[in-house]
């Protein structure tokens, strides 16, 4: 048997295993229905990646630059003569108006870690990222307090299926700012 040379097969599977969280949920990852989405076979997806931890760790990394991609492309995060609330509001505003669908998944692969230890430190990286972005315009104390407001507003549109309302999340968030 010859080996294909294939330098996007990683990608492929990462990309495989984020559409069957998508369609399926956690409960429906495996390697082998990554295997299947992906067209590639069995082996492949466990030489990549030895344990769907590892897999789920890849996956939920790609999905979590979403948002760093939106807050990069703003680019008003640092400007100190934009008001912070405001900035902010309109980031998740952009964000969850945006594909629904890659939000609900983020987010699922992010809850994840309440069961999968090896998850955590990658769902805080979007945190902590986000915390020292807003930390240049704050103390680090009430920069960690409107990451977890916004992830707490997030997470209420996403569960109750509510309208993001922009002015109430930036009148919340300017309650937080001194």
């Known amino acids: 048997m010859v080996r294909r040379y ?3 097969r990683r990608q492929r599977i990462i990309d495989a295993a984020i559409r069957v969280v998508a369609a399926k949920g956690i409960g429906g ?4 229905s990554v295997a299947a989405e992906a067209d590639v076979p069995l082996g492949s997806t466990t030489y990549h990646f030895k344990t769907l931890d590892e897999l789920m760790v ?3 990394r790609q999905t979590n630059e979403g948002f760093a991609k939106i807050v990069a492309s703003r680019g008003t995060l640092e400007d100190t003569g934009v008001d912070l609330a405001g900035e902010l509001a309109g980031l ?4 969850l108006g945006g594909d ?3 939000v609900e998944l983020e987010y699922e692969l992010y809850l994840a870690a309440l069961r999968r230890p090896v998850l955590r430190p990658v769902a805080a990286e979007w945190c902590q990222d986000l915390a020292e972005r807003i930390g240049c ?4 104390v009430t920069a960690r307090a ?4 916004m992830d707490g507003i997030c997470l209420q549109v996403l569960v109750t299926g509510a309208e993001y309302d922009e002015a109430y999340t930036c009148e919340v968030l300017a309650r937080v700012i001194p």
């Open 6 to 8: 294939d330098p996007e």
């Open 29 to 32: 990852l495996s390697h082998r």
């Open 58 to 60: 890849a996956a939920l």
């Open 92 to 95: 998740l505003g952009e964000w």
């Open 100 to 102: 629904r669908a890659s």
């Open 137 to 140: 315009r704050t103390d680090p």
């Open 146 to 149: 409107l990451v977890a407001v």
